[in-house]
C-alpha cells in the first residue's frame, strides 16, 4: 500500500484533503461542526501558512545535506560494492533521485499551502470566510501527509546509515 502512495503522493494528499474538505462541509451543513469567530479563522490561516513555509525551511535543508552528501561520496567500481558502503551506494542508486524527488515535491506543497492561505486572507470577502474555514481542514491535511511522508524517508535514510 505505501508503494502505491510513494507512486504519486500529491495526488493523495490531495485527494485525502478534499475529502476531509467535503466532510466537513456536509457536516457544517447538518450543524455537527459551527464556523468559529471569524478572528480565529483568519488567526489559524496564518499559523497553517506559517508552519507550512517552517517545515519548507526543514526539508530543504535535508536536500541540501543529501545533496552535499552526493557530491562528497565517491563509488568506486559498481562492480566492486563490497569496497563501498551502503550509504554510497544508495547515493548512487535510483533511490536517491526518488528521495529527492519526493522531499522537492513535498517543498513545492507546502509552498502552495502558505501561500494559497496567504491569498486566501487577503481576497476572501469576510462575509465568506466559510471558505477559509473549510481551507483550514484541507490545509493541515496536506501538511499532515507532507511532514508524514517526509519523516519516513528520513527514517528510511538513517536506517540505510545504521547497517
Not at 477559509?132 to 496536506?142: D, K, P, R, T
Request: hydrophobic fraction near 45%; proline fraction near 2%.
Amino acid at each position: 500500500m505505501i508503494d502505491k502512495y510513494f507512486r504519486r503522493p500529491i495526488f493523495w494528499d490531495y485527494l485525502l484533503s478534499a475529502i476531509v474538505i467535503i466532510t466537513a462541509l456536509c457536516l457544517k451543513n447538518h450543524g455537527l461542526i459551527k464556523l468559529p469567530k471569524e478572528e480565529y479563522v483568519y488567526s489559524i490561516i496564518s499559523d497553517l501558512s506559517t508552519v507550512s513555509l517552517t517545515m519548507v525551511g526543514f526539508i530543504l535543508t535535508l536536500v541540501t545535506v543529501l545533496v552535499s552528501f552526493k557530491s562528497s561520496s565517491k563509488i568506486e567500481q559498481p562492480s566492486n560494492s563490497e569496497k563501498n558502503s551502503v550509504f554510497n551506494i544508495f547515493f548512487s542508486s535510483i533511490l536517491y533521485f526518488d528521495t529527492v524527488r519526493h522531499l522537492k515535491n513535498g517543498i513545492k506543497s507546502l509552498t502552495l499551502i502558505a501561500l494559497t492561505g496567504y491569498t486566501l486572507k487577503l481576497t476572501v470577502d469576510h462575509l465568506k470566510y466559510e471558505l477559509l474555514f473549510l481551507y483550514c481542514f484541507g490545509a493541515i491535511v496536506v501538511i499532515i501527509m507532507t511532514i508524514g511522508r517526509s519523516l519516513l524517508i528520513l527514517s528510511q535514510i538513517i536506517k540505510i546509515q545504521q547497517s
